[in-house]
């Protein structure tokens, strides 16, 4: 009888010692996550939407929160370039054809070109897209004997922080497009799959103009942009024959109030059966008036 006593005894203990022990783990993993430095991070909230169902089951919840991303950003200076430059030439021919050659030396080509003639001058007009790095060179190779420089503007503008920005909504708008995506594939009805793909091509839209918008800063800002403009003036002319004389002034004039006149005239022949109708209507008020005197 002491002998079942004792082991009875002995099982009431080693319980007791074990729930104690429970209790001092539970309050040791407490305090541990209390501490400073200890704490078990917060779950990341998620967004979700919720696609209704027409079909009357309900709606369900579904993930759409964007993961984060440790995007490295291209701070690469991106600097678009241009010049506005006016040349006057003694020997346009010469010019224009060592332009031409010269521009392959820097890398560079012709984007638009525009050449009038008359009696006065011979003109060009080229737009160049050169690369950024060459760009000082080519604009100071623009001198020389025979050559006068008329006109020059140089401007810059630093896209760099718009190319930054651009990229990193472009690829949260393919993050969120990506997740619209498997919304689709959840989606029980055609409602909720037409509700879907409008948003993903409304998404897709903003992607491609996102795309073409860093796609233009880019070769903008390899390519700088140089207006160049060049003339001769022909037969032994000048800028002084820009400006007419008195004689030419008086010549222009006369021929001005002649072109009024005869068109006056031939307005008033366009318009003679209104004149005609006044005529009339004129002459027979004036016959009234005289038969009331």
């Not at 003639?117 to 080519?138: C, G, H, M, Q």
Request: proline share 3%; glycine share 4%; aromatic share 10%.
């Amino acid at each position: 009888m002491k002998s079942q006593l004792y082991w009875v005894a002995f099982a009431v203990l080693s319980l007791a010692a074990c729930s104690n022990n429970s209790k001092h783990n539970v309050g040791t993993l407490d305090m541990a996550a209390a501490e400073p430095g200890n704490q078990v991070p917060p779950k990341q909230e998620e967004k979700q939407i919720e696609v209704s169902d027409t079909t009357g089951a309900g709606t369900e919840p579904v993930n759409t929160a964007v993961p984060s991303q440790n995007v490295s950003a291209d701070w690469d200076k991106k600097i678009i370039k241009t010049a506005d430059i006016e040349l006057k030439l003694d020997d346009y021919k010469k010019f224009n054809s060592t332009i031409h050659a010269s521009l392959k030396q820097f890398g560079a080509y012709v984007a638009a070109e525009k050449q009038t003639e008359n009696d006065l001058r011979i003109e060009n007009s080229l737009t160049v897209k050169v690369p950024v790095d060459r760009f000082d060179a080519l604009v100071n190779s623009f001198a020389g004997d025979g050559i006068k420089l008329m006109a020059k503007n140089v401007s810059t503008e630093d896209v760099t922080g718009e190319v930054v920005d651009t990229k990193a909504r472009l690829q949260a708008k393919m993050a969120v497009r990506d997740k619209y995506l498997e919304l689709l594939k959840q989606a029980r009805n055609m409602t909720d799959i037409l509700q879907v793909q409008n948003q993903i091509n409304d998404i897709q839209e903003n992607i491609e103009a996102a795309n073409g918008r860093i796609q233009y800063l880019q070769h903008a800002s390899a390519y700088s942009t140089i207006n160049l403009s060049y003339y001769q003036y022909l037969n032994g002319r000048t800028a002084d024959d820009l400006t007419p004389d008195f004689f030419t002034k008086m010549t222009r004039a006369f021929s001005t109030g002649t072109s009024f006149l005869i068109g006056l005239f031939l307005f008033c022949v366009s318009i003679w059966p209104f004149i005609i109708a006044g005529l009339i209507a004129w002459l027979y008020f004036k016959k009234l008036a005289i038969k009331k005197v």
